[in-house]
């Protein structure tokens, strides 16, 4: 029985439900009766039948009142907490970049692997910068993943056979880094 519209301000005291509930009994009693004077009639009568009622006969309704105050602080900490949220997203909508968390610095001790695109990267960079000087860093990094794209397995073959043996002492390396920060 304890549930009330929860757009209401504030929660309903014991005496409040108390008029409900004599008031949908009169809804159920007299269908076509002017719900207004109903309600009116219902509230004026239940009034004076609260201030002689036993605290015994209000207990079922101050329960429902307590039910309701327990229900309404549970919706308004909701509502906080949806407005709190509300107000975190259109802050980081405003500013993403300043709501991130610091990126976390790359140990430089870690060990770095290899591939054998990065091995021909290193091969063919300076090459090309000497041979475009007015080439930007992205217009030779363009020109290095055409390169690569274009090799032929042949040409790749050093590279990937180079990047191999970089991946097995990248292993042993990066095993003996572990076990170091294990240690520490």
Known sequence: MASHDINEPRPWSGKRWFIET?????????????????FTGSRIKCEE???????NQKERFNRYAEIDRIQSRSVEAAK???????IETEQQ???????L???KKPDP??????????LFTKAKRQMLAEANPD?????????????????TPEEKRPFEDQ???????????????KAKQIHQ
């Not at 906080?80 to 509300?86: E, G, L, P, S, T």
């Not at 909508?93 to 709501?99: A, G």
């Not at 990047?163 to 880094?177: N, P």
């Open 22 to 38: 004599l008031y949908r009994e009169a809804l159920i009693d007299w269908p076509n009766a002017d719900k207004d004077y109903l």
């Open 49 to 55: 039948a609260w201030e002689v009622m036993t605290n």
């Open 80 to 86: 906080k907490a949806d407005n709190q949220h509300d």
């Open 93 to 99: 909508q405003k500013n993403p970049k300043q709501q």
């Open 101 to 103: 968390a610091p990126k």
């Open 109 to 118: 001790n870690k060990p770095k692997k290899l591939t054998a695109y990065m």
């Open 135 to 151: 080439f930007t860093s992205v217009e030779l990094f363009k020109e290095i993943g055409q390169l690569w794209s274009r090799a």
């Open 163 to 177: 990047a191999k043996k970089e991946s097995k002492e990248y292993d042993l390396k990066m095993k003996a880094y």
